[in-house]
């Protein structure tokens, strides 16, 4: 297992030092952030991400994301196009050195929250889901605005693309995504690089657009629509575990040897759809960290794990969710949960 860290690059106020001074961590999480969703990144771009990294002493292994532009998750005719520069991204990729690319397959909008820093007793804050406020939220007049989200467009654009998917349900979602997966994965395939699919944050639609990666019928379907090891996808513990349904370690183990990601973090249920992020360990919320970890470790994984979203605490500001104080907590606390599994089995 290698323990990572997201970085957002030249913009992000954490720097790679900070980033190499957290125990374990050995490679950062990044992506190309100044080129359209849906063009090719430029290799000079590429190059000096994975050569900064170099020099800050770590590894460059896992983008997320390469982002799937909305005409293919549409089906557009311009998918075509689209889907070969896809292509062309994972080979650029694999030629500096990436072996993991992590995607989501959510039309317009990635993760959503109603509140960015909800209050804890404590007094850090936190990102929460209350569905209420998200039923009432208009996106297309609301100011919430994520890291996640590609704010590229307008509120014309915005509209527009809200148009097309009112046509659009689940299984037009699922047949473009099929097509997707059936062109991208022989290429990540050649090269080597495993893909790994984002599960749906939260795991249910919203804003009456489809979201299709969200619970154990759907990975089984997903995993067999295109049967291949570069198939794979980031199970990631917060997402999924929104929803009080999905067994996750149940997920893990139908998805053995597809997890090349593994995104680590907790959530506290409030209520059927609601939640509110917490500190990593297991005591703070309402997923057994630990138990998923080692259910996963008998399986075999041996993939990149990065700490996901963390609180603000110590009177930091920044990125929501991307703070550096509880994201390396978070990392140092996994850190633990992996030398006490590999100990502990070596002992057996
Ligand atoms: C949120 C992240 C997501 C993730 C994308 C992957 O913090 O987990 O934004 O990066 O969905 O494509």
């Given at each position: 297992?290698k323990l990572?860290?997201r970085?957002?690059g030249?913009?992000?106020?954490?720097?790679?030092?900070?980033?190499?001074?957290?125990?374990?961590?050995?490679?950062i999480?990044s992506?190309?952030?100044?080129?359209?969703?849906?063009k090719?990144w430029?290799?000079?771009s590429?190059a000096?991400?994975?050569?900064k990294?170099?020099?800050?002493g770590l590894?460059?292994?896992?983008?997320?994301s390469?982002?799937?532009?909305?005409d293919?998750k549409?089906?557009?005719?311009?998918?075509?196009?689209?889907?070969?520069n896809?292509?062309?991204?994972?080979r650029?990729?694999?030629?500096f050195?990436?072996k993991?690319?992590?995607?989501?397959?959510?039309?317009?909008?990635d993760?959503?929250?109603?509140e960015?820093?909800?209050?804890?007793?404590?007094?850090s804050?936190s990102?929460?889901?209350?569905?209420?406020s998200?039923?009432?939220?208009?996106?297309l007049t609301s100011?919430?605005?994520?890291?996640?989200?590609d704010?590229s467009?307008?509120?014309?654009?915005?509209?527009?693309?809200l148009?097309?998917?009112s046509?659009?349900?689940?299984e037009?979602?699922?047949?473009?995504?099929t097509?997707?997966l059936?062109?991208?994965?022989?290429?990540a395939?050649?090269c080597?690089?495993?893909?790994a699919?984002?599960?749906?944050?939260?795991?249910w639609?919203?804003?009456?657009?489809?979201?299709?990666?969200?619970?154990y019928?759907?990975?089984?379907?997903f995993?067999s629509?295109?049967?291949?090891p570069y198939?794979g996808i980031t199970?990631?513990?917060?997402?999924?575990?929104?929803?009080?349904?999905?067994?996750?370690?149940?997920i893990?183990?139908?998805?053995?040897?597809?997890?090349?990601?593994?995104?680590?973090?907790?959530?506290?249920?409030?209520?059927k759809?609601?939640?509110?992020?917490?500190?990593?360990?297991?005591a703070?919320?309402?997923l057994?960290?630990?138990?998923?970890?080692k259910?996963?470790?008998d399986?075999?994984f041996?993939?990149?794990?990065?700490?996901d979203?963390?609180?603000?605490?110590?009177?930091?500001s920044?990125?929501?969710?991307?703070?550096?104080?509880?994201r390396a907590?978070?990392a140092?606390?996994?850190a633990?949960?992996?030398?006490a599994?590999?100990?502990?089995?070596?002992?057996?």
């Open positions: 297992m990572t860290f970085w957002y030249k913009d992000d106020k954490i720097t790679l030092n900070d980033i190499r001074q957290i125990p374990m961590v050995s490679g999480v992506a190309i952030y100044d080129t359209p969703v849906g090719i430029s290799q000079e590429i000096a991400l994975v050569e990294c170099k020099v800050n590894e460059c292994e896992v983008i997320e390469v982002p799937v532009h909305e293919i549409l089906g557009k005719p311009t998918a075509t196009e689209y889907i070969e896809y292509k062309e991204n994972i650029r990729l694999a030629k050195g990436v993991c690319i992590c995607y989501n397959f959510m039309p317009v909008f993760w959503l929250r109603s960015l820093a909800h209050k804890n007793p404590d007094g804050n990102l929460a889901y209350h569905h209420d998200v039923l009432s939220m208009n996106p100011d919430l605005n994520l890291p996640g989200w704010s467009y307008d509120k014309n654009g915005l509209k527009t693309l148009n097309e998917y046509a659009k349900n689940e037009d979602l699922w047949q473009n995504l097509r997707f059936e062109e991208i994965i022989p290429a395939e050649e080597d690089v495993k893909m699919i984002h599960p749906d944050d939260p795991p639609g919203i804003f009456g657009l489809p979201r299709i990666i969200t619970n019928e759907n990975y089984k379907r995993l629509t295109v049967d291949s198939n199970l990631c513990t917060g997402s999924l575990g929104a929803s009080a349904t999905n067994d996750i370690i149940a893990a183990h139908l998805a053995k040897g597809r997890i090349p990601f593994l995104h680590l973090r907790n959530i506290k249920r409030t209520d759809f609601d939640f509110v992020e917490t500190a990593h360990p297991s703070c919320g309402s057994d960290m630990y138990a998923i970890l259910a996963m470790a399986d075999g041996d993939g990149y794990i990065r700490p979203h963390g609180r603000m605490i110590w009177g930091e920044g990125r929501f969710g991307y703070g550096l104080y509880d907590l978070g140092t606390y996994i633990g949960l992996i030398e599994i590999e100990k502990s089995d070596r002992r057996k």
